[in-house]
């Protein structure tokens, strides 16, 4: 807390022309093109490693980065916040990506694996009931990620699991079925301090380096394309997960 407060005023003290300028643009409003949703987690630091600035990206950031999903009605199952802020970037911003990030050495993750019910605090524990989804699937699926220790894989499977919850909403089917979305899995590697995408092709998380990087923004020239875990015909994560016998309960589509 002190080095935020001090840091405040170093902010003040070193702010030059440059910053005056985008602040004040900024002041007019906000266009940013992503919606970023990741855990609360203090290390996940994405203005260092995707060295974003002021007004790029619209961020909804909670315990273990869930959504929790849409009921038949639209309306979110848990409390409405997340859902009015995704609703918000999507019909106000107009926001054509949005990204769930998660992350190595989750504490959800691993409070999620280790089971729910030990955890004392009654909403921590009642929120990380989002994730039972993915604890289905990490048990069927021993072949996703198995270099990774088994609270990263679950937590790379939850990114995956709450990509899926955000599809419940009608404000994200549409924008998909137009091919106006873009949705993305990233996950953060804290010790390594390196960012993964999940590929559709390889059913896995790929490390956005150079090449990745070309691969990824070579897929935007192809829009309008079927996204993402799209409603398109090729083979992927649709696919593989479908092949999983526990189904995730919140799975709404048909
Ligand atoms: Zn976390």
């Not at 490693?49 to 909670?62: E, H, K, Q």
């Not at 999903?69 to 609703?87: K, L, N, Q, R, T």
């Not at 070579?218 to 398109?232: E, Q, V």
């Amino acid at each position: 807390m002190k080095k935020l407060v001090r840091g405040i005023v170093e902010f003040r003290r070193k702010r030059d022309e440059r910053h005056r300028d985008t602040f004040a643009r900024l002041a007019l409003g906000q266009s940013p093109d992503c919606l970023f949703i990741s855990c609360s987690d203090s290390r996940v630091a994405v203005n260092v490693f995707a060295s974003t600035d002021p007004g790029d990206l619209f961020v909804i950031r909670n315990v273990g980065n869930m959504v929790p999903p849409a009921a038949s009605s639209g309306i979110s199952i848990s409390d409405v916040s997340e859902a009015a802020a995704i609703e918000f970037a999507l019909t106000q911003l107009t926001v054509t990506h949005i990204i769930v990030c998660g992350h190595s050495e989750c504490g959800a993750m691993a409070a999620a694996y280790k089971g729910r019910e030990k955890v004392l605090s009654p909403n921590l524990r009642a929120w990380l009931g989002l994730a039972e989804p993915a604890l289905a699937k990490l048990k069927e699926a021993r072949f996703f990620a198995p270099e990774l220790a088994p609270h990263n894989r679950l937590s790379q499977l939850n990114v995956l699991e709450q990509i899926l919850h955000l599809r419940t909403y009608p404000a994200v089917r549409e924008r998909l079925e137009r091919g106006e979305l873009t949705l993305h899995g990233w996950w953060f590697d804290i010790a390594k301090a390196d960012v993964y995408a999940y590929e559709e092709v390889s059913a896995g998380f790929v490390i956005i380096d150079e090449q990745e990087a070309e691969r990824i923004l070579r897929k935007f020239n192809d829009w309008p394309s079927s996204g993402w875990l799209g409603t398109g015909p090729r083979p992927g994560l649709r696919s593989w997960l479908a092949r999983l016998p526990a189904w995730s309960r919140f799975d709404r589509r048909s």
